[in-house]
Nanobody, 121 residues
């Protein structure tokens, strides 16, 4: 079993910052890419940022310049630093990791349950 748990969400004023974390636990022999998605009420889930196993990052245009994704492989953790937050950033933020549970098994997608980010004055 592989479990992902996000944390760091909350209520923040416009212009504020948050740092989200996602920790993976369980039977893990390797983690390929790590990504963050978000889903606002009434909207489809969209990818916010991703980072490959060698540190190549990619960002959605809507957050480029305001967002930094990073990873700590030893801690099996992904981080998402969000700056200059806007009300439009309000959403549930989900972590996705592509994980190989055991050597010899295929890599699979695992999702966390999400953490709420609300940007409001």
């Amino acid at each position: 079993q592989v479990h992902l748990v996000e944390s760091g969400g909350g209520l923040v004023q416009p212009g504020g910052s948050l740092r989200l974390s996602c920790i993976a636990s369980g039977s893990i022999s390797g983690i390929a890419s790590m990504s963050w998605y978000r889903q606002a009420p009434g909207k489809q889930r969209e990818e916010v940022a991703s980072i490959t196993s060698i540190g190549i990052t990619n960002y959605a245009n809507s957050v480029k310049g305001r967002c930094t994704i990073s990873r700590d492989n030893d801690k099996r953790t992904s981080y998402l630093q969000l700056n200059s937050l806007e009300p439009e950033d309000t959403a549930v933020y989900y972590c996705l990791m592509v994980v190989r549970p055991r050597i010899g098994t295929p890599y699979r997608d695992f999702w966390g349950l999400g953490t709420q980010v609300t940007v409001s004055s």
